[in-house]
T-cell receptor, first 111, second 115 residues
Framework: KNQVEQSPQSLIILEGKNCTLQ??????????LRWYKQDTGRGPVSLTI?????NTKSNGRYTATLDADTKQSSLHITASQLSDSASYIC??????????FGRGTSLIVHP | NAGVTQTPKFRILKIGQSMTLQCTQD?????MYWYRQDPGMGLKLIYY???????DKGEVPNGYNVSRSTTEDFPLRLELAAPSQTSVYFC??????????????FGPGTRLTVT
């Protein structure tokens, strides 16, 4: 069964600090992996999309990595800001139209 | 360019009632999707469409119906609402499929409560 597991479930950090969120998946075959940011009460917004051949993708202060051999991905947030408080969702798409979503990591950034 | 719009934002239904959730996109995307998001769970795909006149079931289609008569609109119909359909519903669209690594754009969601 295709699964996407994210850790930690929730995280609290101080403004200005860095953090790393983890995503492990069992989806096979693999087409691409996405990280989304979802603010409370809003729809998800895409941060990065990586295919099999890519192992790093950056979007401003967000950097995603992918190890397709171990089926792991991470999202690193540098110099966190209050506006980074949100849920971060890992999504893996295999050979069909049906993506597998993780439950998300809830990040809270305190001043 | 409004992106993906959904109406209504909130709705409370009684058990057994029916309703249609509206979704419109103005990006001329071929692919459109309906997801539901239950508290603490990942989004689940209900139905998707690869173009006008073509729809297919996703992971959790039971209790729902869709139609795609135009490229822009992809309404989701709930017949005989049940408490298990209490959720937040998101519509999304993309130029190509998720398999092709094209970005999906999500609407703001519709929060539905069935009591």
């Amino acid at each position: 069964k295709n699964q996407v597991e994210q850790s930690p479930q929730s995280l609290i950090i101080l403004e200005g600090k860095n953090c790393t969120l983890q995503c492990n998946y069992t989806v096979s075959p693999f087409s691409n992996l996405r990280w989304y940011k979802q603010d409370t009460g809003r729809g998800p917004v895409s941060l990065t999309i990586m295919t099999f051949s890519e192992n790093t993708k950056s979007n401003g202060r967000y950097t995603a990595t992918l190890d397709a051999d171990t089926k792991q991905s991470s999202l690193h947030i540098t110099a966190s800001q209050l506006s980074d408080s949100a849920s971060y969702i890992c999504v893996v798409t295999g050979g069909s139209y049906i993506p597998t979503f993780g439950r998300g990591t809830s990040l809270i950034v305190h001043p | 360019n409004a992106g993906v719009t959904q109406t209504p934002k909130f709705r409370i239904l009684k058990i057994g009632q029916s309703m249609t959730l509206q979704c419109t996109q103005d990006m001329n995307h071929n692919y459109m999707y309906w997801y539901r998001q239950d508290p603490g769970m990942g989004l689940k795909l209900i139905y998707y469409s690869v173009g006008a006149g073509i729809t297919d079931k996703g992971e959790v289609p039971n209790g729902y119906n869709v139609s795609r008569s135009t490229t822009e609109d992809f309404p989701l119909r709930l017949e005989l609402a049940a408490p298990s359909q209490t959720s937040v519903y998101f519509c999304a669209s993309s130029y190509l499929t998720g398999v092709d690594a094209y970005e999906q754009y999500f609407g703001p969601g519709t929060r539905l409560t069935v009591t």
